[in-house]
């Protein structure tokens, strides 16, 4: 319903001004008016209801990304979604922060001991070169001696074999 439409007109649920509040922002606050009707029916898409808070959004990107989509298909995806115009740069700023993550979590120093370690492969889809294909990921868990779990890495092939992880044993 947008400001000036006659929507709702003479059913007893036409519109009724507009409510502001402040949003804090991954660049700062933002004020915006969310429509309201006389029924308090209208339910926000983008930003609900006392929500406060846009985080939700950053997040939604890194998450389609991880489940391989390029930066065009989550921009298409955004603007379908929401009506909102991402621009690409906007995506990759966002997915580069990411991988800055991976890189540390990558250089961490590990324990040097652990009561149990897992290897294990998990057969996936990953998408390479805009075509699908079935990689085997390759998943080290170990059990550190307080009992918790720690991922301790992951490798990835395209077929499963015996030698792909290269393992130092010590005593």
Do not use: C
Not at 52 to 78: A, P, T
Not at 135 to 146: E, W
């Amino acid at each position: 319903m947008t400001n000036n439409a006659a929507t709702g007109k003479n059913t007893g649920n036409s519109r009724n001004g507009v409510s502001r509040k402040t949003i804090i922002a991954d660049d700062g606050y933002v004020e915006i008016d969310t429509p309201r009707d006389r029924e308090g029916s209208f339910e926000p898409q983008f930003i609900g209801k006392h929500q406060r808070k846009i985080d939700s959004f950053s997040d939604e990107i890194i998450e389609l990304y991880g489940h391989g989509m390029s930066v065009r298909d989550i921009q298409s995806y955004l603007e379908k979604r929401y009506a909102v115009e991402v621009s690409t740069g906007f995506i990759s700023t966002l997915t580069d922060q990411v991988l800055d993550d991976i890189r540390i979590w990558q250089q961490r120093a590990l324990s040097e001991r652990y009561a149990v370690v897992y290897l294990d492969a998990l057969v996936t889809s990953s998408r390479q070169n805009g075509m699908v294909a079935k990689r085997h990921l390759y998943v080290a868990l170990g059990i550190n001696m307080q009992g918790q779990k720690e991922l301790l890495g992951l490798w990835g092939q395209a077929t499963e074999t015996a030698r792909v992880l290269p393992v130092e044993y010590t005593h």
